[in-house]
């Protein structure tokens, strides 16, 4: 079967850096999301890795391996609003968007 | 304006009654979806419809009916819940089927009583 694989809660202090990872077994790979989800409210799309790397973008970065089932997401400088829940999704190899059950990030002063 | 609305955002209703969910997208896109979100679950894809002609259906229980007017309008009617059925229900678009970027609304949050 299919799988994603995330811890389902983190905490963290304001100011420091939090390492949000995120394992996957699919039936073929065409890509992989992260989404943050503010409690009540939408997910809204952070990044998009289709090749191995890191992808940088402000405060948050993004790094695959693709040999590797393995996928992270990197928040620097962490602020209070950055509490929310962080979704990891694979689109396989029909393009379907298998999801993981979420990571909730609280965020301490 | 958001660029995908949901309405209502919270709903109550019992297990005998009949109720829609409303979706409205106003970004262009050519594919909608239904998902269904619970607590410390996985998103459950429900529905997806491309060009409004429906291309999945997750094997969603037929008290779940899904309609889809036009490219901008997705509809989830619902009749005979069971309490298990509530949850939030989230509607996304995105630009094609292959277009990976979801763009979601703020979903209608469902309780059966």
């Known amino acids: 079967g299919q799988n994603i694989d995330q811890p389902t809660e983190m905490t963290a202090t304001e100011g420091a850096i939090v390492q949000i990872n995120c394992t996957y077994q699919?039936?073929?790979?065409?890509?992989l999301f992260w989404y943050q989800q503010h409690a009540g409210e939408a997910p809204t799309f952070l990044s998009y890795?289709?090749l191995d790397g890191l992808e940088e973008k402000g405060r948050f970065s993004s790094f695959l391996s693709r040999s590797k089932g393995y996928s992270y997401l990197l928040l620097k400088e962490l602020q209070m609003k950055d509490s929310a829940s962080y979704l990891c999704?694979?689109?396989?190899?029909?393009?379907?968007?298998?999801w993981g059950a979420g990571t909730k990030l609280i965020i301490k002063p | 304006e958001t660029g995908v609305t949901q309405t209502p955002r919270h709903l109550v209703m019992g297990m005998t009654n009949k109720k829609s969910l409303k979706c409205e997208q106003h970004?262009?896109?050519?594919?909608m979806y239904w998902y269904k979100q619970s607590a410390k679950k996985p998103l459950e894809l429900m529905f997806v419809?491309?060009?409004?002609?429906?291309?999945e259906n997750n094997s969603v229980p037929s008290r779940f009916s899904p309609e889809c007017p036009n490219s901008s309008h997705l509809f989830l009617h619902l009749h005979t819940l069971q309490p298990e059925d509530s949850a939030l229900y989230l509607c996304?678009?995105?630009?094609?089927?292959?277009?990976?970027?979801?763009?979601f609304g703020e979903g209608s949050r469902l309780t059966v009583l």
């Open positions: 999704a694979v689109k396989d190899s029909n393009y379907q968007l298998i």
């Open positions: 699919t039936s073929g790979f065409n890509g």
């Open positions: 970004l262009g896109h050519n594919a």
């Open positions: 419809y491309n060009f409004k002609e429906q291309t």
């Open positions: 890795n289709v």
């Open positions: 996304a678009s995105s630009q094609g089927l292959d277009t990976g970027e979801l763009f």
